[in-house]
């Protein structure tokens, strides 16, 4: 085990740490996978929403790559990326700001799943001369949005967007439901259902007349363990960058692949209680309790040492603004915990850590400090 | 009920939305009850961590006021403020920042509890010349961090940290546990312990003939129900000037008291489920869930129609990154809900929801915008 690098024993606590290594074996795995199927990767860029992230994720600036907010579409493409999709249902109310994307050259398609959002955009096209690109969101597993891959809808949505010069781009599926798995096995069935799925709202389409040259299926656990991509154009998948105890716990990685850690200060014991309190709280943790449904709960996450060794059965256990309590197993005592030493605690969900901080500090492969800062707000 | 006023619908959402008349009456209702109770306020700027919203909290820039981050303390003293609070403990890599700010004429106090923390407060100040003035952490309900008021440490500290020329200025609990309170009874007897446990602190150490001048005590849930605060020098309370759900429960504010709404816009229907779609998800509300564990469970928050008035059991149930669901009650159906229309979501807990906002957006009382920018980071 390397000790830990000076810098980073010098650096203000909390702060939310990203190992490069980690980062780029993750990244370099799914990207392998994901040819190897034949198929291609549209990374979801939301976990970090940072661009120098995205330079490892995305081979060129014309790369497929997805993303949750106009904020995101409006950097990347400051950036130079052209080809993002903004896979969250549109409003008519942001289709100004998806007009100047485009008439900026960028290829910024949307998501819909309604006849009223398809008016919509073929009202504000039509009036502006724009000639949108859109996805149909289709739903594999009755999560979230989306229409049943067996919709009639799906086939009056696509006419009337193509009678009105709007471009039916491609349909697009959210395995939210993988999350919920408790075998790989069942995550590879999810991954065979969404495909399924948006093969079959596909081909409603294209009994039309209609292109819809786009399938596109995702989430971190079906992207790595789908079998079988035929057909299926592209793969969306976001926290695989840097996993997290969701997806260790989903079987999907890894502790040691966890390339997201907060490292934090302890700052305080009670003897009695067995606690050692931490200057991590919720604003560097996050609120999120993505494992407490899940086969072991970490939490508000996972402890490690000072170098990033994983502590068994140690947990931050409780958190307010600015402190986080570890209520320590019987096994260990304060004393194993000295006041104004580092730990390293592991996220439940990288998305929701990453999103409490402004930038990251990286640890790069050289053990050099990086800065990447972070794509804000709206 | 005033309609909406015409800049509210056309800002992009989601967006926090302050009202300023309800921050206004809530920031008045407090400075009254202390005053007239003849203690006076340390408002706790960690909820907004805004100096246009300190503005009104703080009668002048020498008033005294908490903040839980260095970074807050920096950006307060910035803008002229010189009496803080940082009532997170503190560990002895923070203390170069805390003698730049000494340096720059800020009173600065800082809070330990332990001797450890002590001796490293005192080493520092001693080979750099620093003389800190120190707050000691009282535990008055075994809830987080701080000694019993009992303790024999308390004393020791005091008498190390006099010895060796830091200032011992003060005592300080946080009634956390008021927070599990059930009635506003329960609420006024954890104040009533919340002073005792400070005036008991307090006494141990002027024993000792060392001065300790500041009493402090606070929650918001206490500060709105102590009844006697005699020999208490000063209140903190934090989340007052908004309120949200969970003070809501605890009957310390009724829902038109309520200041903060998170603003969000319906991107779709899920008829068969009768689920609304907005989006608001996590990265707008945050991650928490307070009123889990009330009398009322508001999910992610209580549904308002456009111009704020309250949804009777309409609540958002699940979230992901950008999508809130709204699962509504039997007594609804989605065409109540067009796609398109803007809702107010009111928040569980408004500390945790302001996080997730770089700015806010404030109505003020003659219904202009003004933009409250937050303080970030660390």
Redesign the interface.
Known sequence: MTDVVPWLE?E????LLIDQQRFLRNVERLQQRISALGCQLRPHL?TLRSIDAAGYLLPDLSSPATV???AEAEAFADAGYSNLLYA???????LS?VRALLERGVQLHILL??I??AE?VVDYGRNHGVSFSVFIEI?CD?H??GLPPHSALIGRIAQLLHDNGMIVTGVMSHS?GSYSATTTAEIAQAAAQECAAIRLAAEQIRELGIDCPILSVGSTPTAHFAEDLSNITEVRAGVYTTFDLVMYNLGVCTLSDIAMSVVT??????AE?NWV?V?AG???L????GTASQNQDFGYGLVCDRNGVPLDNVCVTKV????G?IALPDSRTVQDF???TQLRVLPNHA??TA????HYVVETTQHQREIWPRI???
């Open positions: 010098t203000q606590t909390p702060f939301k949750s907010t106009l969250v249902g549109i409003s008519a109310n942001k700001r799943d309604s009223t959002q919509a739903d009755d979230r949005g939210g200060t302890i700052i305080g014991h009670n209680k309190l200057d919720w604003m560097a996050s609120r999120d309790r307010n603004q600015e402190h309590v000295p006041i104004g998305c929701a999103a409490m901080h402004q804000l707000g709206w």
